[in-house]
């Protein structure tokens, strides 16, 4: 097969990996994985017709004869792989990381690559980018992708905290006086951390940054442990989509409901409302005291973006109402025009931009 030059843009996030790519300068493709990885006997995946998309069938082993495999995506999580939110993203960032450029490796019918990255990672982890670098050099030298060698050289890295794709973008449109001369606070909101950021002419303050473990999935955790017999992943997309209308009726809550007689039925819809209501009052007071210790009393712009603003995003015109919030909420290169999706993809667009911007403009 034959080589080819790689722009990446990587938000390995711990409820889906967000990832742009362009191809030898062609138009950027985007591409979704589930965040799952588990790592598996070799033997497990030796019989698999290879039948779906590459991204839905993705292990990668860092020797031909290793004994085990990463699974990685939707495959994995369909060996059950168990969500393991305490791990840092960087700490998974390798494994994600091979198997997105398997995946497009594949997709593009090439196994050399010539890698340009660029990547996101939460503000507490941002000192963590070079060892993060170092790993995916080692690693993306020499793989296999399901039973494919890739061979890869890393020619550029380059890591933002999360948030910073939007800023580059602003900058971009308001020139760098615009930053230079104000208060920037940009706020993301995801399915594992919210983190903050703030500048002041230009300048981090990191009285006023920092990532908490207070993502969307702390609202999960609370309704699991209020109800009876959840499948996690069917409740995080049940209780996105409800959003703030929680009510008995709902078409997604009534999917979750369990029972099989009758009379248990409405029973167990007022429970999950219940749970639902009171986790997502008491998420949200949480949240809120988080939002009154770090976000500066006085902001000249404010920037809100990330899925879980979109699940809050209520609360949080309301709360943030005297700053008049600007919220960044879509990606002009993703096709799906789903909101969540558009959310997800606007940091990870803004940063590929951004940092491709002179390679594709030669």
Not at 87 to 96: D, H
Not at 138 to 150: M, V
Not at 167 to 179: I, N, R, S
Not at 189 to 215: A, K, P, V, W
């Amino acid at each position: 097969m034959p080589s080819a030059t790689l722009q990446i843009g990587c938000d390995v996030g711990s409820s889906l990996s967000k990832i742009i790519y362009a191809i030898d300068g062609k138009h950027p493709q985007t591409l979704m994985m589930e965040p799952d990885v588990i790592e598996l006997p070799a033997k497990s995946v030796e019989g698999l017709s290879l039948t779906a998309r590459p991204e839905d069938q993705a292990w990668v082993k860092l020797d031909r004869d290793a004994a085990n495999v990463q699974v990685c995506g939707f495959l994995a999580r369909q060996y059950l792989a168990i969500e393991r939110i305490e791990l840092l993203k960087y700490e998974q960032a390798l494994y994600k990381f091979l198997a997105a450029v398997g995946a497009i490796a594949a997709k593009e019918q090439v196994d050399r690559l010539s890698i340009q990255a660029a990547m996101l990672l939460p503000y507490g982890e941002i000192t963590s980018r070079d060892v993060v670098q170092q790993q995916l050099a080692t690693g993306i030298k020499k793989y296999y992708f399901q039973n494919t060698l890739i061979r890869g050289r890393l020619d550029s890295f380059q890591c933002q905290p999360e948030g910073g794709g939007m800023l580059m973008k602003l900058v971009g449109q308001y020139g760098q006086d615009w930053l230079l001369s104000k208060r920037v606070v940009i706020l993301m909101f995801g399915y594992r951390n919210i983190s903050c950021i703030s500048f002041n002419r230009g300048m981090i303050e990191r009285q006023h940054s920092g990532t908490s473990d207070l993502g969307f999935v702390k609202l999960i955790d609370k309704v699991i442990a209020r109800s009876a017999g959840q499948n996690r992943q069917a409740l995080i997309e049940a209780i996105y989509k409800i959003g703030a209308d929680v009510q008995s009726d709902h078409p997604e809550l009534r999917c979750l409901i369990r029972s099989s007689q009758s009379e248990n039925v409405e029973a167990e819809a007022k429970m999950l409302v219940d749970a639902i209501k009171s986790a997502r009052h008491e998420y949200w007071t949480v949240v809120q005291s988080w939002l009154n210790s770090v976000v500066p009393s006085e902001v000249k712009e404010l920037v809100i973006s990330g899925g879980t603003a979109l699940y809050l995003k209520g609360e949080l015109d309301r709360f943030f109402a005297w700053a008049e919030p600007e919220w960044i909420t879509s990606s002009d290169l993703l096709q799906s025009t789903d909101a969540a999706d558009q959310i997800r993809f606007a940091d990870v667009t803004a940063l590929f931009k951004s940092a491709f911007s002179t390679e594709k403009a030669a």
